[in-house]
């Protein structure tokens, strides 16, 4: 398993953490329940992102987070959501009329979730694994083996970036680049 980063612009510190990404739709997860637990995870990793990204920094950059997340295993069991995903987090900016990624980072979590009486879940707990040696049996000991074998494609950043150049008022076709 490769070792993934914290993408850093402007000559900052580069972070590094663990990384690992699922190419499968789990065969027993259920896609209403993905439908539905999959705002709160996003919104959680975003906020959770603030103020991490040399983007922010900048002003004039007008930097923000965006976060996305796959599933990997999904559970529902007294009460609590147990997610297994993969999580993909990117901070852009805009520069010049130019989409600019500033720093991001894609790391395995597990999240619990609960219901709330209006419908809507809210993350409970949430853990990712220790950067270095413990990587691999977190990993093992949150997945199993079978589902770490398919840790061989990262999480698609398209949407990301997509979303960011809606946010920002930029036509799909406007150039990426760096901070």
Do not use: K, N
């Amino acid at each position: 398993m490769s070792a993934g980063r914290w993408a850093v612009g402007g000559g900052a510190v580069v972070v590094l953490v663990a990384t690992g990404a699922w190419a499968r739709w789990p065969p027993d997860a259920d896609p209403r329940l993905w439908h539905q637990v999959r705002p709160a995870i996003e919104a959680r990793l975003v906020e959770q992102a603030r103020g991490s990204g040399y983007g922010e920094s900048e002003p004039g950059l007008r930097a923000r987070w965006f976060c996305r997340a796959e599933a990997v295993d999904l559970d529902e069991r007294d009460g609590l959501v147990r997610a297994g995903v993969s999580t993909l987090c990117l901070e852009y900016g805009v520069r010049a009329g130019h989409l600019v990624e500033c720093g991001g980072a894609e790391v395995p979590q597990v999240l619990r979730l609960r219901r709330e009486t209006d419908g809507d879940y809210t993350v409970v707990s949430q853990e990712e694994p220790p950067e270095g040696a413990g990587y691999a049996e977190w990993l093992t000991s949150r997945f199993g083996r079978f589902t770490t074998v398919s840790f061989d494609a990262d999480v698609a950043a398209g949407p990301l970036e997509s979303a960011a150049r809606t946010h920002f008022g930029l036509s799909a076709g406007s150039p990426l680049a760096e901070c």
